[in-house]
C-alpha cells in the first residue's frame, strides 16, 4: 500500500495568512493526488484533483502543486470558513489511501 | 448535480453483517463513474472501503476484503455495501461516494454520511 503522510498533524493560523499543507506519497504516484477540505458534521469536499486542478468553485486562494512524491496544498489568505480539516489522497496505485488528515484552527 | 444518499440500519450487535445502500441521483448512474464507500472512525480520519465500476468491476480494501462485498443495481441507481463478522471498531460514519473515471479519479460526490455503530 502507498502511504501518504500529511504535515502538519495540526496547524494554527491567522486570517489572512498564508497556510501550506504537505502530503508525501511513500513512492511516487505521478500527479495522481486530491485534495479535500472537510468541516465538522460534514462530509468531506473536493478542492483539487491531479495535485493542482482547482474544481469549479472553489475560491482560487485555493492552489496544489507537486508531483511524484511531494505535495503541497496552499491557502492564501486564509478565511475564516478555512476552518476544517483537509486530507490528501492518491489514486495511483489501489488501495485508494488517505493522509492522516491535517486540522487547521483560526487564531 | 450528482445526489448520494446512504440508507440502512444505524445500530448492528457484534458478529452480525452491516448492510448500506447507496441511492445515486437519476442520469448519474452511467458509464464512466465509480462508486463506493469510505468510512470514518468517530474522531479519526477516511478509510477506503470498496469500489465499483459501471463494467461491474470490485475493488476492495484489502484490509477489509475476507468480509466486504460491494454490488450495484444499475435498474435502481443503487450501490449496495455488506461488511460481515462486525466488531466494535467497524463503528464508523460510512460516506457513499464516487466520481468520473478520469485524471486522478477525484472523489466529487459524497452523501451526507451515515453513522454505523457497532454494539450489543
Known amino acids: 500500500d502507498i502511504q501518504m503522510t500529511q504535515s502538519p498533524s495540526s496547524l494554527s493560523a491567522y486570517v489572512g495568512d498564508r497556510v501550506t499543507i504537505t502530503c508525501r506519497a511513500s513512492?511516487?504516484?505521478?500527479?495522481?493526488l486530491n485534495w479535500y477540505q472537510q468541516k465538522a458534521t460534514e462530509a468531506p469536499k473536493l478542492l483539487i484533483s491531479t495535485a493542482s486542478g482547482l474544481r469549479s468553485g472553489v475560491p482560487s486562494r485555493f492552489s496544489g502543486s507537486g508531483s511524484g512524491t511531494v505535495f503541497t496544498l496552499t491557502i492564501n489568505s486564509l478565511q475564516p470558513e478555512d476552518l476544517a480539516t483537509y486530507y490528501c489522497q492518491q489514486s495511483y496505485s489501489s488501495p485508494i489511501t488517505f493522509g492522516q488528515g491535517t486540522r487547521l484552527e483560526i487564531k | 448535480q450528482v445526489q448520494l444518499q446512504e440508507s440502512g440500519p444505524g445500530l448492528v450487535k457484534p458478529s452480525e453483517t452491516l448492510s448500506l445502500t447507496c441511492t445515486v441521483s437519476?442520469?448519474?448512474?452511467?458509464?464512466?463513474?465509480?462508486w463506493g464507500w469510505i468510512r470514518q472512525p468517530p474522531g479519526r480520519g477516511l478509510e477506503w472501503v470498496a469500489s465499483?465500476?459501471?463494467?461491474?468491476?470490485?475493488y476492495y480494501n484489502p484490509s477489509l476484503e475476507s468480509r466486504v462485498t460491494i454490488s450495484e443495481d444499475t435498474s435502481r441507481n443503487q450501490v449496495s455495501l455488506k461488511l460481515g463478522s462486525v466488531t466494535a471498531a467497524d463503528t464508523a460514519v460510512y460516506y457513499c461516494?464516487?466520481?468520473?473515471?478520469?485524471?486522478?479519479?477525484?472523489?466529487?460526490?459524497w452523501g451526507q454520511g451515515t453513522l454505523v455503530t457497532v454494539s450489543s
Open positions: 437519476d442520469h448519474s448512474f452511467i458509464s464512466g463513474y465509480f
Open positions: 513512492q511516487s504516484i505521478s500527479n495522481y
Open positions: 461516494a464516487g466520481g468520473v473515471m478520469q485524471g486522478s479519479w477525484p472523489i466529487a460526490y
Open positions: 465499483i465500476y459501471h463494467s461491474g468491476s470490485t
